[in-house]
C-alpha cells in the first residue's frame, strides 16, 4: 500500500490507459511522473475512432463476445469521468446499414446477446480521441502528474532505467505502454500479449450526422475528420501503411457512401496489444513494483476509467472491484 508520503509512482506510456492512471493516481496524492518516447497522441489511442461500444465489439470481435457486461459496466462509469474533464460524449448511436442478408445476420447476433435487433444501437458511444488525450494531458498536468520524455527499458524497486542510459528512483512502475512490451523482460506476463496492427483511413466528412455508421467490414465515425476504420493484422506491428490491406476497407465503405473522397484520404496506423481472451492484464506482476495496466485490444478509451480506478485501488490497498478476476495480470501463467 502506497500513500503521499512514501512512494514516487512510475507510468509508463501516454495513451489512454496510462493517462487516465496517471492522472488517477495524481488525485489520490501521489508523486506521479509519466514517460513516453513519443509526442502527444501520436500512439494506437490517437489513431483509434474513439469508440465506447460494448454492443458493437460483441457483435464485431469475436473474442469480446462472452464480455459484453462487462463491457457495459466499463462503459458506464464515462458520463462522469468526461464531465470531469469536459470531453463530449456523442450518443448518437451506431447505425447499422447494409444488404437485408448481412442485416438480418447482425439481427440474428444481436438476439443471441440478449439485445433486442435495431438498425440503430444507441447503447454505443464515442469521442473524438485526440482532443480527449489532449484533455486527459491538461488535468494530469494540473494535478501535479510529471511528463518526461523517453522510454522505460528495466525496472527494479529504486531504479527506473530508461532506453537513453538515464536511471531515475521510482518505487513502482506502472507499465501502460502497448506492444513493444510483450517480451517479458520488465515483466513476464506480458509474453502473454500478441500485437494487432490497425490502419484508419481519414476522410472529409460528407454531412453533419452524429451517428456511426456500421457497414459489412467498415465503419464510418464522424468527428474532426471521418474515421474509415478500421483493419486488424494480427501479428503485425509495424507503423508502415498498407494500401493493399487497406483496399478492402475502401471498397467497404465505398459501397456504403458512395460519394466519399479516399482518394484524398489520409492513412493513420497504431499497433494496439492484445491479450488471448482480449481483456487487458491490470494488476500485480510477479516482477517486484510493477503494476500491469496493457493489453486493451480494441477497446482502451472504453476501458480506460475502469483500469485506471482498479490501479490506483491496488496502489492504495483498496478493493479493486468485480473486475479483479477477469483482468488478472497473471492468469495465463501456465499451472
Do not use: C
Not at 447494409?98 to 447476433?109: I, M, P, Q
Not at 471498397?251 to 497504431?270: H, M
Request: charged residues 20%; hydrophobic residues 50%; without cysteine.
Amino acid at each position: 500500500m502506497y500513500s503521499a508520503n512514501d512512494a514516487k509512482i512510475s507510468v509508463a506510456g501516454a495513451g489512454a490507459f496510462g493517462l487516465a492512471t496517471a492522472l488517477r493516481l495524481a488525485r489520490a496524492g501521489l508523486a506521479v511522473t509519466l514517460f513516453d518516447p513519443a509526442p502527444p497522441g501520436d500512439n494506437a489511442s490517437g489513431v483509434a475512432a474513439g469508440m465506447l461500444a460494448p454492443i458493437s465489439e460483441a457483435l464485431f470481435d469475436p473474442v469480446s463476445r462472452d464480455h459484453l457486461a462487462l463491457m457495459r459496466r466499463a462503459r458506464d462509469l464515462w458520463p462522469d469521468f468526461a464531465e470531469a474533464l469536459a470531453i463530449p460524449l456523442s450518443r448518437a448511436g451506431v447505425r447499422i446499414e447494409g444488404s437485408d442478408s448481412w442485416r438480418a445476420e447482425v439481427a440474428k447476433r444481436l438476439e443471441q446477446l440478449g439485445v433486442s435487433p435495431t438498425d440503430v444501437i444507441d447503447e454505443d458511444w464515442r469521442l473524438d480521441a485526440r482532443p480527449a488525450l489532449a484533455a486527459l494531458r491538461a488535468a494530469a498536468e494540473e494535478a501535479g502528474v510529471v511528463f518526461e520524455t523517453g522510454a522505460v527499458a528495466a525496472f527494479q524497486p529504486g531504479a527506473l532505467t530508461l532506453a537513453d542510459g538515464r536511471v531515475e528512483a521510482f518505487d513502482v512502475l506502472v507499465l501502460a505502454t502497448g506492444p513493444g512490451v510483450r517480451d517479458g523482460r520488465i515483466a513476464p506476463e506480458t509474453a502473454a500479449l500478441s500485437p494487432i496492427k490497425g490502419q484508419l483511413l481519414r476522410a472529409t466528412l460528407l454531412d453533419d450526422e452524429a451517428v456511426v455508421v456500421r457497414g459489412e467490414g467498415v465503419y464510418l465515425a464522424p468527428g474532426e475528420a471521418l474515421a474509415v476504420g478500421a483493419t486488424m493484422e494480427a501479428g503485425r506491428d509495424d507503423l508502415a501503411p498498407d494500401a493493399s490491406a487497406t483496399q478492402a476497407l475502401r471498397q467497404a465503405a465505398q459501397a456504403l457512401r458512395p460519394a466519399l473522397d479516399l482518394e484524398g484520404a489520409s492513412v493513420e496506423v497504431g499497433v494496439r496489444a492484445t491479450t488471448p481472451d482480449g481483456l487487458p492484464l491490470v494488476g500485480w506482476s510477479r516482477a517486484p513494483g510493477v503494476m500491469l495496466a496493457v493489453g486493451a485490444r480494441r477497446n482502451g478509451w472504453l476501458f480506460a476509467p475502469l483500469v485506471a480506478s482498479m490501479v490506483a485501488a491496488y496502489l492504495t490497498g483498496d478493493n479493486p472491484g468485480p473486475e479483479a478476476a477477469a483482468f488478472d495480470a497473471r492468469r495465463f501463467e501456465k499451472a
